[in-house]
């Protein structure tokens, strides 16, 4: 519910059923609510996925919202510099 609020709140067009299917096809608790060590192992898996197979479309919005550090949706030109020089 937290997260479809969220993607609500930035103007997303999504439906409650795919946000759950996203936590679900996340979570190695194979639940609809993701328990914060499921939540750990889901971003490690992500980051160290050499094949490509890994499920990433949570990790993907986990990693936009720890970049958008006003909130409001968007990454401003700070952001994305922050971003860049920290790789």
Excluded at 10 to 26: H, S, Y
Excluded at 43 to 67: A, N, Q, S, W
Aim: glycine residues 4%; proline residues 2%.
């Amino acid at each position: 519910n937290e997260l479809w609020d969220l993607m609500k709140k930035f103007g997303m067009k999504i439906k409650k059923p795919q946000v759950e299917e996203l936590v679900w096809e996340a979570n190695s608790d194979v639940e609809l609510a993701m328990s914060w060590k499921a939540f750990q192992e889901m971003y490690l898996r992500c980051i160290y996925d050499k094949t490509g197979l890994e499920p990433k479309k949570l990790f993907h919005i986990v990693e936009f919202l720890m970049h958008d550090t006003s909130g409001c949706g968007s990454l401003s030109m700070d952001d994305c510099m922050k971003v860049l020089l920290r790789r």
